[in-house]
């Protein structure tokens, strides 16, 4: 078992839009973006002129949503996080975020009239208006690979985007703003969106010894000894086995104040014995796990050994 302190920058644990990638992992809470999945308690508002607060959504809530004259939006939040998870190379996971930006997930369905365009969609905070983050900005978002989920466009009149936000001290009036209309979260967000993230410790585990064919189960623990709630974010790869390297799984999950959150994920791809010089049983590691942090790299090496 491996344990590792963690500083959650910035709300911690896993895109964003502008010729958006045509694909993506989990939404919602919590999730492994290893398949594909439709949002999940991200509970929605959809409100026509002055509304009064509402406390829905059990980690993010929907407090007001104010709707424009051209355009009705319903605006859910999927989820506050210091991180996301993208391609690294094209055949590996990496993790970015630090101390000075978090990460905004929000739903959004056009519930009547012109739906706004991509770029029409910007978020404001501490004074300043952020854009869209674009998938471009590295290799590509792992939310755009190999998933059914859609990022907003106007034609569709649906998705998730994604705003890179600065670290901020007042987060009084964070404001989602398109032509005519805007939307505000509630006060749990915008208490996190000022607030430095938790410290979570991490233990995870897979098998010291696999054999050819195994599917090997990887066990996670994280926990949350601070009195505000925190994500985790972290990407795995393998390297070995009979791939050079592969993603296994983005990995974001919500951890509450004072709780610890265990769950476990499966490498369903196959694995092979070496190739070349390499034997089996020879008591040399035959392939690796490799856990990507924000600004940190865990490792553990597996055997394949003799069925």
């Not at 989820?79 to 094209?90: D, I, N, S, W, Y």
């Not at 897979?206 to 599917?215: F, H, I, M």
Request: hydrophobic residues 30%.
């Amino acid at each position: 078992m491996h344990r590792r302190e963690l500083l959650t920058l910035g709300g911690l644990a896993l895109a964003g839009l502008a010729g958006c990638l045509d694909n993506s992992g989990a939404s919602g809470d919590d999730q492994t973006e290893t398949e594909p999945s439709t949002p999940t308690d991200t509970n929605t508002s959809t409100v026509i002129g002055t509304t009064t607060p509402t406390e829905t959504n059990t980690e993010t809530p929907t407090e007001t949503t104010t709707i424009g004259e051209s355009s009705q939006l319903s605006v859910s939040i999927e989820r506050l996080q210091p991180a996301v998870v993208e391609m690294g190379t094209p055949d590996s996971l990496t993790v970015t975020g630090g101390e000075e930006t978090q990460y905004l997930y929000l739903w959004i369905e056009v519930a009547a009239g012109k739906a706004p365009a991509w770029d029409d969609l910007t978020f404001r905070l501490g004074g300043e208006r952020h854009a869209l983050r674009p998938s471009e900005h590295t290799l590509g978002l792992w939310r755009a690979y190999n998933h059914s989920e859609k990022c907003y466009d106007a034609e569709r009149g649906s998705g998730w985007v994604l705003f890179e936000l600065s670290d901020v001290d007042d987060a009084s009036d964070p404001t989602l703003v398109w032509p005519g209309g805007e939307w505000q979260p509630g006060a749990d967000i915008r208490q996190r969106l000022s607030s430095q993230a938790p410290s979570l410790s991490v233990e995870w585990s897979a098998p010291d010894t696999v054999t050819v064919g195994d599917q090997p189960p990887i066990e996670f623990t994280v926990t949350n000894e601070s009195d505000r709630p925190g994500r985790f974010v972290a990407a795995l790869n393998r390297t070995g086995g009979g791939i050079v390297s592969m993603p296994v799984a983005g990995i974001s999950k919500s951890v509450p104040a004072g709780e610890t959150v265990s769950w476990s994920l499966t490498d369903t791809y196959d694995i092979r014995a070496p190739g070349g010089d390499e034997q089996i049983g020879d008591g040399e590691p035959d392939m690796t796990y490799n856990l990507a942090l924000i600004g940190d790299r865990l490792e553990q090496d597996i055997r394949i050994v003799a069925g």
